[in-house]
């Protein structure tokens, strides 16, 4: 258990660091703009992107502010009941992901996958799965920057 909390706290913050060292941006805002990359519509509804960062929602606010403020995201009106707001990302929002995009793969290269056997990477990825039942696919790139 003690390496496993090690894990969940300080891999993210080496992440984080490596994040904001090389891009200037947090681990935390790039993954709320590859969120949004990955959405239909390049949209979420706020209490969606706050599950997606396992956030409350009132920490993904304050996110969406700093993230509006560089006019990375917007709010606008929900399409589906118009009481609510969803997050959209702007096209500036998605070339800054594609700027970080690459940094961010190094990171996580050099600190997690380059530790691993290939071999394992199935079986860790399962017990991940089994851990974490909500857990999604590993997130892609950005479409420009797929193969």
Do not use: N
Request: some cysteine; hydrophobic content about 40%.
């Amino acid at each position: 258990m003690r390496a496993l909390s090690r894990l969940v706290t300080a891999l993210p913050r080496a992440l984080d660091a490596d994040l904001m060292r090389d891009q200037q941006i947090s681990l935390t805002d790039y993954f709320a703009l590859t969120y949004l990359a990955e959405a239909d519509d390049d949209r979420l509804r706020m209490g969606e992107l706050a599950d997606a960062l396992c956030m409350t929602e009132g920490g993904a606010t304050r996110t969406v502010k700093r993230l509006e403020a560089e006019g990375y995201v917007e709010r606008r009106r929900s399409t589906v009941d118009r009481r609510g707001f969803d997050v959209v990302l702007t096209d500036v929002g998605r070339e800054r992901l594609q700027k970080a995009w690459p940094s961010h793969l190094a990171s996580a290269r050099s600190r997690v996958l380059d530790a691993i056997d290939p071999a394992d990477i199935a079986r860790i990825t399962e017990v991940i799965r089994q851990i974490t039942p909500e857990y999604k696919q590993p997130l892609a790139p950005p479409a420009s920057d797929r193969g």
